[in-house]
């Protein structure tokens, strides 16, 4: 009773939360602040996540919380990078930041654009710039790709659990995926179908994250059932 008087109050605080960005626009300008928009997207991913881990407890449930396992600690650590991936996601749709520097891998010519430091104070152009905020979403992105990488080939070197091995397998697809969406819709000046499938796409790889941190969590690296 407790986790679920958690996510009805998640879920309130969700509606709450999409009352104070719309109140910050769609009234005479069809905008509305990427700061607001941010913050209710990512209560949304927050509370996905928060029903899937409870679900994830029903289908699971003879469970013995690990003590220690290295990949629990990567997962936790990427659960966390993705988070800020989606918050800069958010930024970047908020500003309509993919529609400028619509090339990849460089920023036009660059790999570091000149607009990225244009701002002043210089930590703005990366909250607030077109340019900086879209810089730090396509190298966050990279260190997602990278971190996961990392936990599949770190995962494959030991004996996993049937779940295990389903997991990290999905994490790897998954974020290849986002990866190529993301791309592709940079490219492709972000049209509407695109610019859904890649946020889809990050419901999924989040997902796939929630599920690979519960059974890393709940078992041993070295477990041969489940």
């Keep these: 009773m407790p986790k679920l008087i958690i996510l009805l109050i998640m879920g309130g605080f969700q509606g709450l939360l999409g009352w104070y960005m719309v109140k910050s626009g769609l009234v005479k300008n069809p905008d509305v602040s990427h700061y607001r928009l941010a913050m209710h997207l990512i209560t949304a991913f927050l509370t996905f996540a928060y029903t899937f881990w409870l679900a994830l407890g029903l ?38 930041a993919g529609r400028v520097y619509n090339t990849w891998p460089k920023m036009g010519d660059q790999w570091i654009a000149e607009g990225v430091t244009a701002m002043q104070p210089w930590y703005v152009n990366f909250i607030e710039g077109l340019a900086g905020v879209q810089f730090v979403h396509r190298y966050l992105a990279y260190g997602v790709v990278a971190l996961i990488v ?10 996993l659990s049937s779940s295990q091995k389903w997991g990290v397998n999905a994490l790897l697809i998954a974020v290849g995926v986002q990866f190529l969406l993301g791309v592709f819709t940079l490219l492709y000046t972000v049209p509407v ?21 519960h059974r890393f969590r709940f078992l041993n690296a070295t477990a041969s059932s489940i």
Excluded: C, D, T
Aim: positive net charge.
């Design 193 to 213: 179908n695109l610019g859904l499938l890649h946020q889809l796409g990050a419901f999924v790889l989040l997902g796939s994250v929630v599920f690979g941190l």
């Design 59 to 96: 289908m699971y449930p003879k469970q013995v919380k690990v003590a220690v396992n290295p990949l629990k600690e990567w997962f936790r650590m990427l659960f966390l990078a993705v988070l800020i991936q989606i918050i800069w996601g958010a930024f970047v749709a908020g500003l309509n």
């Design 150 to 159: 990392f936990i599949f080939i770190k995962a494959k070197k030991q004996m």
